[in-house]
């Protein structure tokens, strides 16, 4: 896992005779923009040429930009205005900034020193879960994953769910979250399984279905007029794309898919230094001596399993265990619906967004909806929901589901979705939150108070959770940067997108809100 920094674009081929057989190669190049032309003569330079020039249709300008390198490395590029800062932020970066410089931090949202990795337990089996274990074993990481029904069958459970970036014409952290993820999501996709196999490369149009859609779709088309990432159409050209009526013009991405999640859940599980154990709940966790003690209880018996660390991907379950017990993370309900084709109907032939979405069929069977239930938790699928997401279809797109066979019962998926009070992840190491509490008391009389005590950290717990309605985007990225985390590697997210993401966010925002919330040890 060595680490290359240039300061400028490396030509293919020096690169390539450079990394010579290193497929675990972290590769940094610190540029304001990618080069207007990349060639090479060596079959090896062709491909690290050719591997840039994909990575180059998802990059927007973001300050940090990763894409997968390699059998188990990564390309970052980092903008050369906020390298010192994200060097000093990141243990292991070498940075040429005097240690007492103009980047200080609130110490509850820094990273702790990465600590030796001897045994890795993960927590849920979804695609947080499962992307955080593939990120770890093609590190050569062995890692175990607990979960406590099977694999997928919470909320990464949907017949088939959206990869795209929904983002906002402005620069919010949440765009660029989305941006980040986009390209990483996508090509990670691409590299696990065959098009057609689990997933549909079919592009995404998301529709102008109101005024403030339209507007944001137009503003997003005018500051990049030159995209190939996404391209305005109108409501012929929409029309043609998915081969179906539609009320209206859009947003087209291309290389947005449909997926179905417990594919590639399971090709990410597939990993040879992965070991599954499904129907088996994480009952507590504990410190014993210098490791992790997990109780654990199945069918058949109880056990213990011994971690030097520990990743919390439980979703709306998350908040259950400790060391993050009562963590305030809102669940949500959300249901889902699967319907048929009539025989000799048109068929649909990309995924379409508004303020719902469809897909084209895979398994003979189009995915619909969703709802959006807060605070409730029962995950039965429910005839209401049902109802819901057909009118809100017959509304939409009427010629569409006129030609769906109707269903006689529910048909679809219903769970619960983890959600923070920002709605962003929840992502990163964790501080020991009764000691956070007591340390930083201060706050909740001045959120402002000058607060300078390190955090007090709990060893290799790590948590990659609340990632909503846009796991399938944004949970891979994130398990990227708790492998670099965990491991002292270049991270793939901004200084901004990890303090914005960073756990300790929740307890310390108890404390300037004037909130409590149930403490278990």
């Known amino acids: 896992m060595s680490i290359y920094i240039f300061h400028e674009w490396p030509q293919p081929d020096e690169l390539a005779q450079q990394l010579g057989n290193d497929k675990q190669a972290?590769?940094?190049?610190?540029?304001?923009?990618w080069p207007e032309s990349l060639t090479a003569r060596s079959s090896a330079g062709q491909n690290i040429a050719q591997l840039w020039l994909e990575a180059k249709v998802f990059w927007q300008q973001q300050p940090v930009f990763s894409y997968p390198f390699g059998?188990?490395?990564?390309?970052?590029?980092i903008q050369p205005q906020v390298y010192e800062q994200w060097c000093q932020f990141n243990p292991n970066m070498v940075s040429t900034t005097p240690e007492y410089s103009k980047f200080i931090y609130k110490p509850w949202l820094t990273l702790p020193t990465p600590i030796p990795v001897k045994s890795v337990v993960i927590i849920g089996a979804g695609i947080a879960g499962a992307s955080t274990a593939f990120a770890l074993a093609k590190r050569?990481?062995?890692?175990?994953?607990?979960?406590?029904?099977?694999?997928?069958?919470?909320?990464?459970?949907?017949?088939l769910g959206l990869l795209y970036a929904k983002i906002s014409a402005h620069a919010t952290i949440q765009t660029e979250l989305l941006l980040a993820s986009y390209g990483y999501?996508?090509?990670l996709l691409k590299n696990c399984l065959p098009a057609g196999k689990g997933w549909l490369?079919?592009?995404?149009?998301?529709?102008?279905?109101?005024?403030?859609?339209?507007q944001r779709n137009t503003l997003l088309a005018?500051?990049?007029?030159?995209?190939?990432?996404?391209?305005?159409?109108?409501?012929?050209?929409?029309?043609?794309?998915?081969?179906?009526?539609?009320?209206?013009?859009?947003?087209?991405?291309p290389y947005g898919a449909a997926i179905n999640p417990f594919s590639l859940t399971e090709a990410l599980l597939r990993h040879p230094l992965i070991s599954v154990l499904t129907a088996t709940k994480a009952n507590t966790i504990s410190r014993q001596n210098d490791l992790w003690q997990i109780d654990?209880?199945?069918?058949?018996?109880?056990?213990y399993?011994?971690?030097?660390?520990?990743v919390i991907c439980a979703g709306a379950e998350s908040n259950s265990l400790y060391p993050v017990a009562g963590w305030p993370l809102h669940k949500i309900r959300g249901q889902t619906t699967t319907a048929s084709l009539r025989s000799g109907a048109t068929q649909i032939k990309c995924a379409l967004s508004g303020n719902s979405y469809i897909t084209p069929p895979w398994q003979h069977k189009l995915c619909f909806g969703a709802t959006f239930h807060p605070n409730q938790t029962n995950d039965d699928l429910s005839v209401a929901d049902e109802h819901f997401n057909w009118e809100q279809l017959r509304q939409w797109l009427p010629h569409l589901a006129a030609n769906l066979n109707p269903n006689t019962s529910p048909q679809g998926h219903a769970a619960i979705r983890c959600d923070a009070f920002d709605h962003l992840p929840v992502v990163g190491p964790v501080g020991d939150t009764a000691a956070m509490l007591v340390q930083y008391a201060q706050l909740r009389l001045d959120k402002n108070y000058p607060v300078t005590q390190p955090c007090p950290w709990q060893p290799g717990i790590f948590v990659n959770t609340a990632h909503g309605s846009r796991g399938l985007v944004t949970a891979p990225l994130c398990a990227e940067a708790i492998a670099a985390t965990m491991l002292g590697l270049p991270s793939p997210l901004s200084v901004r997108l990890q303090q914005a993401l960073h756990p300790n966010r929740l307890p310390i925002r108890s404390l300037t809100h004037h909130q409590s919330f149930r403490l278990s040890t």
Do not use: M
């Open 26 to 33: 972290e590769i940094v190049v610190v540029t304001e923009k």
């Open 71 to 77: 059998d188990a490395g990564k390309f970052t590029l």
């Open 140 to 159: 050569g990481i062995a890692v175990t994953v607990i979960e406590q029904h099977s694999i997928a069958s919470a909320a990464s459970g949907n017949h």
């Open 185 to 187: 999501s996508r090509a």
């Open 201 to 214: 490369d079919c592009g995404v149009i998301h529709l102008d279905y109101n005024a403030t859609e339209k």
């Open 222 to 253: 005018q500051q990049n007029p030159h995209s190939t990432l996404f391209q305005t159409v109108t409501k012929a050209e929409a029309e043609q794309i998915a081969g179906i009526d539609v009320p209206n013009g859009g947003l087209w991405w």
């Open 296 to 303: 654990c209880q199945n069918q058949q018996k109880s056990f």
């Open 305 to 310: 399993l011994d971690a030097s660390h520990i």
